[in-house]
């Protein structure tokens, strides 16, 4: 493999240099009086830009000991192995879905890509100690998943070196000899970190169940981002099962086809959950468990957002501290849950909703209500007097606001942007002192009432915007 020259090391860093440094860098040379020659200045440009580089990115397996040698204040280093892996790579663009089952058609013999690998396998445990011990965060893209293991296992040996890495990302392309990727060594290294507090795993994560995940614990990491990289070939279905994380605060899971199912039960101090596109997803087991969580979003994800109807009442009236809560991205739900009245610390309910459809036999009362009808025992949202942002998208027929609205006193903004059309809106919206913003389909709101909102002065000044509505 040709030897990297020195000039490739400083293009990469230099066009990486944010503003401020650039302004530093120019008042040093002028101070220096090194403008005078171009020689002169750019040996200084050479100089001051490795004394300012913190962030190196797209850096070579091979270069890495080179790399944090030469730019002494780096606390930040991106390893691509796409480089290597760009045959393949054009090969496989276009992959669809397998009739026969098989995997995205990677060539996991691909000589320059695996030598790569094998190279950065070696070099993040050659680094020496000092180098190692000021890096904060550590990414490695495209990294072979059929010989994730070996990566794995150098970063568990090394790991008392890279003591200060608190952010590790981690690239897995799957291949033909593997698509998915074990849990057991990734906990295992990243637990050999002590420093670490942010993970980000690209690639299909191993099905893991609840009795194998015993023993395993990663104490220390506060946020765990899950994804799928491109291209999105087709994969067999699997659940995700996490192991102990007693001090994560935040797991998003998004862009992973072929997910059905997510197990939190072991995240007892999770405060924010987001799951988004993730089509396959049916269950979120455990959701009960997660007393603490104050953020909940599940976006795009067709199967479970409609399901979310049928939660059990005890499932949100556990959820204590929400106070933002998103079901979004697809028209499966048809009404909230029934445990949303518990949630009395809701500020935030963002929610895409459509109207039942019940055949020839026509909608009953309740199908115009996805919000509650607000008595009768169908209290719904009423009881969320906290609530300060409520919008809710695309119900296809009339939408009827339940009764009792003006006691949100805090309510600042109310959109019903996407709806055919909104039944009940009247004088009670001159009754919201906090309003700052209404957006409501046409001709839903009594023209006097537009008026008297438009005309509040300031601080109370509301924007009301009134969308193209079924009669234009």
């Known amino acids: 493999m040709a030897e990297p020259t020195g000039a490739n090391l400083e293009s990469r860093c230099w066009t990486d240099l944010p503003l401020p440094c650039w302004r530093l860098l120019m008042t040093h040379l002028h101070s220096q ?22 962030d190196l990115r797209g850096v070579r397996a091979a270069d890495l000991t080179r790399a944090l040698a030469r730019f002494d204040r780096a606390t930040s280093v991106a390893i691509d192995l796409a480089g290597e ?3 393949a790579h054009q090969a496989r663009e276009g992959c669809t879905a397998s009739d026969q089952g098989g995997g995205p058609e990677v060539d996991a013999d691909d ?8 190279i950065l396998v070696y070099e993040l445990r050659a680094v020496p100690p000092l180098a190692a011990a000021r890096i904060a965060r550590l990414s490695v893209s495209h990294y072979p998943a059929h010989i994730a293991d070996d990566l794995t296992s150098s970063l568990e040996f090394a790991a008392p070196a890279w003591q200060r890495l608190a952010r590790l990302e981690l690239e897995f392309i799957s291949t ?28 299909a994560i191993s099905y893991l169940p609840d009795h194998m995940s015993d023993g395993l614990s990663l104490g220390g990491l506060q946020d765990l981002e899950i994804l799928w990289p491109p291209p999105y070939c087709w994969a067999p279905a699997y659940g995700l099962h996490l192991p102990q994380l007693p001090d994560l605060s935040r797991l998003s899971v998004s862009r992973s086809p072929s997910l059905n199912v997510v197990s939190v039960n072991h995240l007892t101090s999770l405060r924010e959950l987001c799951i988004s596109d993730v089509s396959d997803l049916h269950y979120v087991i455990g959701l009960a468990a997660l007393s603490a969580l104050t953020s909940l979003s599940l976006h795009a994800c067709p199967d479970a957002v409609g399901h979310a109807a049928a939660w059990p009442p005890t499932t949100l009236a556990a959820l204590t501290q929400l106070r933002a809560l998103e079901l979004t991205g697809t028209k499966t739900l048809e009404r909230l849950p029934e445990g949303v009245s518990a949630l009395t610390a809701l500020t935030s309910l963002v929610v895409d909703v459509r109207m039942r459809d019940r055949g020839p036999e026509g909608p009953e009362p309740q199908d115009f209500a996805p919000l509650g009808r607000g008595g009768g ?12 942002r409520l919008v809710v998208r695309g119900f296809n027929g ?4 339940p009764e009792g609205m003006e006691r949100f006193s805090l309510l600042e903004e109310l959109d019903f942007g996407g709806c055919q059309e909104v039944w009940n809106l009247g004088p009670w919206l001159l009754r919201l002192p906090a309003l700052k913003r209404l957006v409501v389909p046409r001709r839903s ?19 009301v915007v009134e969308e193209g509505g079924q009669d234009d």
């Open 176 to 203: 033909i000899d593997r698509v998915r990727v074990e849990w057991r060594p990734i906990v295992r290294a990243a637990g050999a970190l002590p420093g670490l507090r942010s993970l980000q795993l690209a690639g």
């Open 33 to 54: 009086r090194s403008l005078s020659s171009c020689g002169a200045a750019c040996k200084g440009f050479a100089r001051v830009a490795d004394e300012l580089a913190t």
């Open 85 to 87: 892996l760009e045959p």
């Open 377 to 388: 025992g169908d209290a719904g949202l009423l009881r969320c007097f906290g609530l300060r």
């Open 445 to 463: 709101v009594q023209q006097g009432v537009f008026e008297a909102l438009a005309l509040r002065n300031d601080p109370h000044h509301v924007e």
């Open 111 to 118: 000589f320059e890509w695996l030598l790569a690998a094998g």
């Open 398 to 401: 009339p939408l009827h606001v």
